[in-house]
């Protein structure tokens, strides 16, 4: 089974790259993030056509996440537990009928730091470790993947300098990372690449940055170890990143068996 992860950065402004995609590269079940759509106006009929399950939790012009399967979806969650006043649209999860559980997640930027945007993402994090751990009680195989907004290592910055004082790298992001890592959980992309620098799977828009190499790896992929003993591979797929009027992000892959 093979599973990715796409910060798409706008369904409706990147249609013809995620149509290319789920075409030319038909993973059975894609997490996507920043779809910036509300649930009314998705484009469902794009990503149904092709045979694809679609659950989503949309939010109108902001932050957004959807699971598109081509295995029947079950036990739908919107939402991460642990707040009922955070209306952001960040988290979703569901279970496949042989017991796969999947969750896609766009987790919060927290820029500028320190600040309440950052006061946000720690916040979210903390919740995000205690859903978790209730998941991980269960011991079945996991995948908990999306846009983590999270350089883990100096490895994972083609400048990690230039990055010390982001929300994304800074120490108490990374140390939060840590801690959900720390739960039992696996970076699928690490285990397969454990060396930096590199991949990376993200390259800002300005000043040339894809050009340059000048990337980041904010898109992980965490595996539980039921699902960790099922990796057969995992990868970045860097291509899309280079296609016409482009996300932002790059996919990221892991392959299981069954």
């Known amino acids: 089974m093979r599973?990715?992860?796409?910060?798409?950065?706008?369904?409706?402004?990147?249609?013809?790259?995620?149509?290319?995609w789920l075409d030319e590269s038909a993973p059975d079940i894609a997490l996507l993030q920043e779809v910036k759509s509300s649930d009314e106006t998705f484009p469902r009929d794009l990503i149904e056509k092709r045979g694809y399950h679609l659950e989503t939790h949309g939010q109108k012009g902001f932050n957004g996440v959807a699971i598109a399967s081509k295995h029947k979806l079950e036990n739908v969650r919107r939402g991460l537990p642990g707040d009922d006043d955070d209306t952001q649209a960040r988290w979703i999860?569901?279970?496949?009928?042989?017991?796969?559980?999947v969750c896609g997640l766009y987790l919060p930027n927290g820029n500028p730091a320190p600040g309440p945007k950052f006061d946000y993402k720690l916040a979210w994090m903390e919740r995000l470790h205690r859903h978790l751990q209730t998941l991980l009680a269960e011991e079945r195989p996991l995948v908990v993947a999306g846009d983590y907004n999270v350089i883990p290592q100096r490895a994972d910055a083609a400048r990690p300098d230039a990055w010390i004082d982001d929300a994304l790298f800074r120490s108490e992001s990374r140390a939060a990372f840590r801690r959900i890592e720390a739960l039992g959980l696996y970076?699928?992309?690490?285990?397969?690449?454990p060396r930096g620098p590199g991949p990376f799977t993200f390259w800002d828009y300005q000043a040339g940055a894809r050009a340059r190499g000048d990337g980041i790896r904010i898109d992980h992929l965490?595996?539980?170890p039921?699902?960790?003993?099922?990796?057969?591979?995992?990868w970045v797929e860097d291509a899309p990143r280079d296609w016409e009027k482009p996300s932002d992000h790059t996919p990221v892959w892991v392959e299981l068996a069954p």
């Open 226 to 234: 039921q699902a960790a003993d099922r990796l057969q591979d995992a």
């Open 3 to 20: 599973i990715a992860s796409f910060n798409i950065n706008g369904i409706k402004a990147r249609a013809a790259v995620l149509e290319r």
């Open 187 to 193: 970076d699928a992309i690490r285990l397969r690449h």
């Open 93 to 101: 999860e569901a279970r496949l009928g042989n017991g796969l559980h």
């Open 222 to 224: 965490l595996l539980s």
